[in-house]
């Protein structure tokens, strides 16, 4: 019953645009959750990330463990692409990637602006949570759909043209100079 007036009181976040802030942070939905739910949904909601682990583990609520697969697959999909076109070895161990996820990843390293390249791989992953969206909303399992939501619609955010640009220079720079500089 608890998660049922914990979710009634959650901002939609179906309608954010970009030049919108978000109606939520983070950190105000995970104390809205700390304070609605026992121990242990607490715990792995809390632990929840974007990016899964390298290898595959349970989490024990299906919607993570889908989201997880599908992310790590579009993660490896895109190093070894990557790999093979710098003519670098890559090994995706007993990886299979479906012709979606390849169609994607081609269409993105299609695209010479990085920040561009970046916008579309986020538009896939978000149409991909929305194919995950669970049809009763009040259930757990809604919470950790509208945390990853929520978590990529910040990523998204983070993103500044203008200094994003400035770091890509001085990378390329530094490297057709064959200095070593990190982005700042």
Known sequence: MAEYYL?????SLDAVSDAMPLPISEERFLELCSRFLNKKLW???SSLSLTPPLEA???GVDLVETWNNAERRLRLALAMLRAEKLGKPFN????SFSDTVLSVVNSAMDIENPLEAENYLNSYRLGFLESLRPTDTFKSEFLFYYLLKLKLLSRMRCFNRELGKTAYKNIY????GGD???AK
């Open 173 to 176: 720079n530094s490297i057709l």
């Open 57 to 59: 583990k349970k989490s």
């Open 180 to 182: 070593r500089v990190e």
């Open 7 to 11: 979710i009634a009181q959650l901002p």
């Open 92 to 95: 995706a161990v007993n990886e």
């Open 43 to 45: 715990a792995e909601l």
